[in-house]
């Protein structure tokens, strides 16, 4: 099994580098294979710019081999040529968006097959926003303005992405429709990492993520180690 990184938001700048490049060091350095999925960008039409913006950024890290994956609705998330692209990465980066869209697109596809199995290889996926929010067992979809089922590689737990904006103010209404769940939220440029074997998860970045646990909430800031059960 691979290394997850949820972040938190604004993804490409600022304190990021510190992030992204400890994620890149778990998969060979700067010499990995960087795939972006653009998905959640597609509504707005804003998919094309996003993977530019990505590309630019980890060739800024000194990634040479970083591409986009061409995977913006369920007709390219069957694509040949998009699956064999992303069972070829060591790092699967999702960007931010909508998730409702996102895990529409991925959820029982083949390209979401072929991540799984470059993560459960070894491999590290990272998501910004509705990229990480997805990835766990519950999200909340601000279009819907509901909470919807996850891709559930992180179990019981539910991402409030932007915490040092505006995810906070998600907190009360979600603490309240999942009991029991684990909300993480995650400050803008900041990223958890892990499982870290015997460490559990690690805090990297600018900001801080905050833990809301059976009535009870922890900060833990950069550097920090932390385990979510």
């Not at 959640?40 to 990634?63: C, E, I, K, M, Y």
Request: overall charge negative; proline content about 4%.
């Amino acid at each position: 099994m691979g290394y997850l990184v949820l972040e938190g938001g604004a993804e490409f700048g600022g304190a990021m580098h510190i992030p992204d490049r400890f994620a890149l060091e778990l998969v060979g350095g700067m010499n990995c294979r960087v795939r972006i999925i653009p998905t959640a960008a597609a509504p707005d039409r804003n998919h094309a710019q996003a993977g530019r913006n990505g590309v630019t950024w980890f060739r800024s890290l000194g990634v040479e081999d970083v591409q986009v994956i061409d995977l913006i609705d369920r007709q390219s998330a069957g694509d040949a040529g998009t699956i064999a692209a992303l069972a070829a990465a060591q790092m699967i980066y999702i960007l931010g968006g909508f998730p409702g869209y996102l895990a529409d697109v991925l959820a029982n596809s083949e390209a979401w097959q072929a991540v799984l199995h470059v993560f459960n290889s070894g491999g590290v996926l990272a998501g910004s926003s509705a990229g990480a929010m997805v990835l766990c067992a519950y999200y909340f979809d601000p279009i819907r303005k509901q909470v919807r089922r996850g891709l559930r590689l992180v179990d019981n737990a539910c991402i409030l992405p932007h915490h040092d904006t505006f995810g906070r103010q998600w907190a009360p209404v979600l603490a309240e429709q999942l009991p029991g769940v684990t909300l993480i939220g995650i400050d803008e440029q900041t990223g958890l990492i892990g499982p870290m074997e015997d460490h559990g998860w690690t805090v990297q970045g600018r900001g801080t993520v905050m833990l809301y646990q059976s009535g009870k909430q922890t900060r833990y800031q950069a550097r920090e180690t932390l385990r979510l059960f």
